[in-house]
């Protein structure tokens, strides 16, 4: 029967039988629930299965979701992921309820979030987003674009930077699905050489987490395999 628990439990075992093929420990592979359009309900009940981080695209919905929650359950430690477009008169919403930020792609909108993130608060953790398929999808920066974007981000005070994340255009095998993973990784290979200290790679969604696992994922975001189709 497919329930929030059980698509975990199946969700789990493909991120073990993807890393083990690559040789990888699966312990290095988080899975983040894409709740998007899915109530406080839904994440509770993945929460009570264990998972414990959560991911959101619509700043208004998430930012109510995340008080009813932090209001009705306070006893579940929940870690927030905002994984949307980012417009900058949202930032301080981002900066005041998320954990992580994983689509960077503007200077000005990361100084928004380093200069807005509470002094109470760990520093922000973000993730830049690359374009790495090109054309139909217009987020994230050119490969060109990258190494200046993450030097000025790593400088900012109150911000983190973890890594680089990217949303590949759908691809049919599996191979063909590895390649954009595959530049992602490349690219998060150059950055480390020029000093930069990333540990993520957040890439792979429902339709292709295998493959960037194989490639390097260590974030999967996975929306639909959990908490089913979107209406
Ligand atoms: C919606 C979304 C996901 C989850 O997609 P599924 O195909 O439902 O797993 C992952 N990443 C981003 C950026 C999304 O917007």
């Known amino acids: 029967m497919s329930s929030i628990p059980n698509n975990l439990q199946?969700?789990?075992?493909q991120i073990i039988a993807?890393?083990?093929s690559a040789v990888?420990?699966?312990?290095t592979v988080i899975l983040l629930a894409v709740s998007k359009?899915?109530?406080a309900d839904a994440v509770i009940e993945a929460a009570q299965a264990g998972q414990r981080a959560f991911g959101e695209n619509y700043v208004q919905e998430a930012v109510d979701k995340i008080a009813e929650l932090r209001r009705d359950r306070p006893d579940l430690l929940l870690e927030w992921h905002f994984i949307g477009p980012i417009q900058s008169n949202k930032t301080r919403q981002i900066a005041e309820n998320f954990d992580w930020v994983h689509t960077i792609e503007r200077e000005k909108i990361a100084h928004r979030l380093a200069?807005?993130?509470?002094?109470?608060?760990a520093p922000l953790n973000?993730?830049?987003?690359?374009n790495i398929s090109g054309e139909s999808t217009k987020s994230g920066v050119t490969p060109e674009e990258l190494l200046p974007l993450a030097q000025a981000v790593a400088a900012m005070p109150r911000l983190t930077l973890r890594g680089l994340m990217a949303i590949p255009e759908p691809a049919a095998t599996f191979e063909q699905?590895?390649?954009?993973?595959?530049?992602?990784y490349q690219l998060y290979e150059t950055?480390?050489?020029q000093g930069l200290p990333l540990d993520t790679l957040s890439m792979g969604m429902s339709a292709d987490m295998s493959a960037a696992i194989a490639e390097g994922a260590t974030i999967v975001r996975v929306g639909t395999a959990i908490f089913g189709k979107r209406t």
């Open 115 to 121: 200069e807005q993130r509470p002094a109470h608060l």
């Open 24 to 27: 990888r420990d699966p312990n």
């Open 177 to 184: 699905q590895r390649v954009p993973f595959r530049q992602l």
């Open 126 to 130: 973000v993730c830049l987003q690359v």
């Open 37 to 39: 359009t899915f109530g």
């Open 191 to 193: 950055l480390r050489a």
């Open 18 to 20: 993807a890393a083990r």
């Open 10 to 13: 199946a969700v789990h075992a």
